[in-house]
């Protein structure tokens, strides 16, 4: 059973910075693009960055500059270091990866989401 659990999350103050962790567990071949998405309350859920194996990455506008995805293949763990940090980044992050499971197989999973509070 393939999972993401994420961690990291908590309370941080204006300014500050947060690492949070992704990590695939389970029986899987390989981890193709991962993701973080985070969704604010009474907001939709938007794309925050993204990596594909080789580590090449994307950011949306807000998070360029201030946010870092990075992976470990050997580890099958995904990072976003987060700093410089804003009340308006709190929202509950969620990470989201393609995933190979069998040679003709592939399918995208999510995790549980970690919540991220900016107090100011």
């Known amino acids: 059973q393939v999972q993401l659990v994420e961690s990291g999350g908590g309370l941080v103050e204006t300014g500050g910075s947060l690492r949070l962790s992704c990590a695939a567990t389970?029986?899987?071949?390989?981890?193709?693009?991962m993701f973080w998405h985070r969704q604010a309350p009474g907001r939709q859920r938007e794309m925050v960055a993204s990596?594909?194996?080789?580590?090449?990455?994307t950011y949306a506008d807000f998070a360029k500059g201030r946010f870092t995805i990075s992976r470990d293949n050997a580890k099958k763990i995904m990072y976003l270091q987060m700093d410089s940090v804003k009340p308006e980044d709190s929202a509950v992050y969620y990470c989201?990866?393609?995933?190979?499971?069998?040679?003709?197989?592939?399918?995208?999973?999510w995790g549980q989401g970690t919540q991220v509070t900016v107090t100011s």
């Open positions: 989201n990866a393609d995933i190979m499971v069998s040679p003709n197989y592939h399918d995208s999973y």
């Open positions: 389970g029986s899987f071949l390989s981890v193709n693009a």
């Open positions: 990596i594909l194996s080789g580590g090449a990455s």
